[in-house]
């Protein structure tokens, strides 16, 4: 009986050792894919799983414990892989976030992830707290700060690494929130709303023609400062298109200023004018199409205390400043603003 028990225990014992799997099976399905496979990385890792004819995938990797980034080829999720895991990913391209889930050994871990992801984009809604004076927005990244630690520590089953990661960054990740918005709160400071817009004269037009923001006046006027180089300001394209057909009849116009320049288009003006026609005539681009003479340094660009692009400006009919850091094409509280001031 001892060495029948003996053996169980032995068996037991190797078993477990012999079961361990030295890589991660990750396996799942992407439902309105943005590419034919998903990439898995990190600065030390490289892997690509492509997707099947149903758009299912199924393979393994070895990998250090750690957080990796997915790609689909347009959104990225950080997930946590451990060799022994087993997961089973399913995602919903058109609702990315909200719909990233994992089951299997191991999905606490990234399902945790995906919980912090939807956290932080809540807290951090730039417009909510670019309304917000100074004060009001320390306190606000003060609240957000307690709630992202406890969010941390109140999630006992999470791995150390993943918690000791994520409380490491929360102090650097809302110092920069605090000096980003601070450059907000500092310029409706200096342009406060109502006050005189500062001018600019014989923009070259698309059509060669010159204006100036005399010309606008009469109605609200919606300023995209933007250049061919920007991505950013490349994907708020579709949404400033569809703003404009959608009020094209209202009280208001949209204008965009390239800025590009020389020092960003090879030493050379000519081809910063000549890449910024082509842009728009290739994306089609609508609304008053025009280009700063001096790039950066052109003294309406100055003004508005431009450092970063895209930016959008808001302008009534008489010429003064609604809005010097206007809402984005593609946020909702453009259309509230919008529909506060009765356009």
């Known amino acids: 009986m001892k060495h029948i028990l003996l053996g169980l225990s032995l068996l037991t014992i190797f078993g477990c050792d012999t079961s361990k799997k030295d890589y991660v099976l990750l396996k799942g399905e992407i439902n309105n894919p943005n590419s034919d496979s998903l990439l898995i990385r990190n600065q030390n890792l490289s892997k690509v799983f492509h997707l099947d004819e149903n758009n299912r995938f199924s393979d393994t990797l070895k990998v250090e414990p750690g957080i990796y980034m997915l790609y689909d080829g347009k959104e990225t999720a950080s997930i946590f892989l451990k060799n022994g895991y087993e997961l089973e990913l399913t995602i919903d391209t058109e609702a990315f976030d909200e719909s990233i889930s994992f089951e299997g050994n191991g999905a606490e871990q990234s399902n945790f992830l995906a919980k912090k992801a939807l956290l932080e984009e809540e807290l951090l809604d730039l417009d909510a707290l670019s309304s917000l004076n100074e004060s009001d927005l320390k306190l606000r990244l003060s609240e957000i700060k307690s709630e992202l630690e ?183 509280n453009l259309k509230t603003l919008l529909k506060d001031l009765n356009i």
């Open 150 to 332: 406890n969010f941390y520590k109140t999630n006992s089953n999470i791995d150390s690494l993943i918690v000791t990661k994520g409380l490491n960054e929360i102090e650097p990740m809302l110092g920069f929130y605090e000096r980003y918005l601070g450059e907000s709160i500092a310029l409706k400071k200096a342009l406060p709303e109502g006050s005189k817009s500062p001018d600019f004269k014989d923009f070259e037009n698309i059509d060669g023609s010159l204006t100036s923001l005399t010309d606008f006046k009469g109605k609200y006027t919606y300023i995209d400062i933007w250049a061919t180089w920007c991505g950013p300001c490349k994907r708020e394209i579709p949404s400033l298109k569809a703003l404009e057909e959608e009020y094209h009849d209202k009280n208001i116009q949209f204008a965009s200023i390239s800025i590009d320049d020389d020092r960003s288009h090879g030493g050379s003006w000519d081809k910063a004018k000549s890449d910024w026609k082509a842009m728009v005539n290739d994306k089609n681009l609508t609304g008053i199409q025009l280009f700063a003479p001096n790039g950066w340094q052109t003294e309406f660009i100055r003004a508005y205390k431009i450092n970063g692009i895209p930016r959008f400006i808001l302008i009534d009919p008489d010429g003064n400043i609604v809005n010097p850091d206007a809402p984005r094409p593609s946020s909702p």
